[in-house]
């Protein structure tokens, strides 16, 4: 019954890598996100995907790309992995950007590269 | 673009009040939210306010919001050890636009 699932919750990996991190929601959600936080709690929005719309936040390196194949899906796909990487990524879904129902988080994958 | 702010640390005696206060920039605000994250959790959604509110309870949580000064405040009351974590203030608005978190404050209850 989990509603947003993440998997794997823990990833290690050596530079140089490409590693993917999976998501889905159960919650029949439009929308869809993949949130950063880095070691000082910090959360960045890197991507949202809605009604096959993509949006990119600026900074997000190229080597980072989002793959929906359904609505109930959104994966990240990450190239060339760098020490910079680790953090924890979050995804969240909602139904829309903006609701008072806010959004829903996975659990959270904690990479880390060495 | 949007701004939050929120002070990093806040640490309080298990039973008193605590109020954790956030600032935002976008006077576009529709919701304004708090999050709360426990130790290796994700985000869990406390409570939120519309932004014609200025206030709303709900049991220990009270939210008020001065939208003139961009202000939220969140009032966790008889605050309890399982209260420690980090809250987050985010803010939502018009417009296929994510939400923008503030960087969280750190709630220490001490026993």
């Known amino acids: 019954d989990t509603a947003v699932s993440q998997t794997p919750k823990y990833l290690v990996t050596q530079m140089g890598n490409d590693k993917s991190i999976k998501c889905e929601q159960n919650?029949?959600?439009?929308?869809m996100y993949w949130y950063k936080q880095d070691s000082k709690k910090f959360l960045k929005i890197m991507f949202s995907?809605?009604?096959?719309?993509?949006?990119i936040n600026e900074t997000v390196p190229n080597r980072f790309s989002p793959k929906s194949p359904d609505k109930a899906h959104l994966n990240l796909h990450i190239n060339s992995l760098e020490l910079g990487d680790s953090a924890v990524y979050f995804c969240?879904?909602?139904?829309?950007?903006?609701?008072?129902?806010?959004?829903?988080f996975g659990s959270g994958t904690r990479l880390t590269v060495v | 673009g949007e701004d939050v702010e929120q002070s990093l640390f806040l640490s309080v005696r298990e039973g008193d009040s605590s109020v954790i206060n956030c600032t935002y920039t976008d006077s576009s605000s529709t919701y304004l939210y708090w999050y709360k994250q426990e130790p290796g959790a994700g985000l869990q959604l406390l409570t939120y306010?519309?932004?014609?509110?200025d206030m709303k309870q709900d049991q220990r949580l009270t939210v008020l919001l001065n939208k003139k000064d961009k202000h939220l405040s969140l009032r966790i009351a008889d605050t309890q050890t399982g209260d420690s974590a980090i809250y987050f203030c985010a803010e939502s608005t018009t417009g296929n636009t994510p939400l923008v978190f503030g960087k969280g404050t750190r709630l220490s209850v001490i026993a």
């Open positions: 919650l029949g959600h439009d929308t």
């Open positions: 995907y809605n009604n096959k719309e993509l949006i």
């Open positions: 306010i519309f932004s014609n509110m």
């Open positions: 969240a879904s909602s139904h829309d950007y903006s609701s008072g129902y806010g959004y829903t």
